[in-house]
């Protein structure tokens, strides 16, 4: 597709669960970001990959969340044990650039943890 | 710590102007930019401006940067509905090329 598209765009679970989030970016997009809004606040920076580099973890807020992403394709976001404080909306990113490119992001996936 | 800061809320009459207001913390900002967000669709980037700029415009859009202040604003001219929307400050993280520092936006509600 043109855009970057998320799945689910909703997804209910039972606290205790584990979920998993996809992201697929714009082809030829090497940057790739996930962050986590919740209501009324800004968004929250998660991980970021770039290429073939480590990526960067340093957002992630525990380690009940992980991500995978392999090379410059679909990545997931990982959220193990799901807690009530996890429900949020994820928003994926890609860019084109490492600095100072424009992020395209998808329609988020909006997590909700009974 | 790094912060951006918004009001949530900002309700304008159609064909009125709107001023969207955003602080920031870092003086060492390059690029601010804002990024809107429609109903249902992604953030998208509407417009930035370079640390160095006092002002840009881009047709009905203008945004002013007081770094003395560290205060950046949007102004839309000739508001309309189909500007309705959560506009999103961030600013370019210091000591980093990729990481943007995000306010929590501002839901712009257009009046008839």
């Known amino acids: 597709g043109a855009g970057v598209s998320q799945s689910p765009s909703n997804k209910v679970t039972e606290k205790g669960k584990d979920v998993e989030l996809r992201c697929d970016p714009i082809?030829?997009?090497?940057?790739l970001y996930w962050y986590r809004q919740r209501l009324g606040q800004g968004l929250e920076f998660l991980i970021y990959?770039?290429?073939?580099?480590?990526?960067?973890k340093s957002g992630l807020p525990s380690d009940r969340f992980s991500a995978e992403r392999t090379g410059e394709s679909v990545s997931t976001l990982t959220i193990q044990r799901t807690q009530q404080e996890d429900s949020a909306v994820y928003l994926c990113?890609?860019?084109?650039?490492?600095?100072?490119?424009?992020?395209?992001f998808g329609e988020g996936s909006r997590l909700t943890v009974l | 710590g790094e912060d951006v800061e918004q009001s949530l809320f900002l309700s304008v009459r159609e064909g009125d102007s709107s001023v969207i207001n955003c602080t920031y913390t870092?003086?060492?900002?390059?690029?601010l930019y804002w990024y809107k967000q429609e109903p249902g669709a992604g953030l998208q980037l509407l417009t930035y401006?370079?640390?160095n700029m006092d002002m840009k415009q881009d047709q009905r859009l203008t945004v002013l940067l007081n770094k003395k202040d560290k205060h950046l604003s949007l102004r839309i001219a000739d508001t309309q509905t189909g500007d309705s929307a959560i506009y999103f400050c961030?600013?370019?993280?210091?000591?980093?090329?990729?990481?943007?520092?995000w306010g929590a936006g501002t839901k712009l509600i257009i009046k008839p």
């Open positions: 870092d003086s060492s900002s390059t690029y």
């Open positions: 961030a600013e370019r993280a210091r000591d980093s090329n990729y990481q943007l520092i």
């Open positions: 401006i370079f640390s």
């Open positions: 082809s030829g997009h090497t940057a």
């Open positions: 990113a890609s860019s084109q650039r490492t600095s100072g490119g424009e992020l395209f």
């Open positions: 990959f770039q290429g073939n580099s480590a990526p960067d």
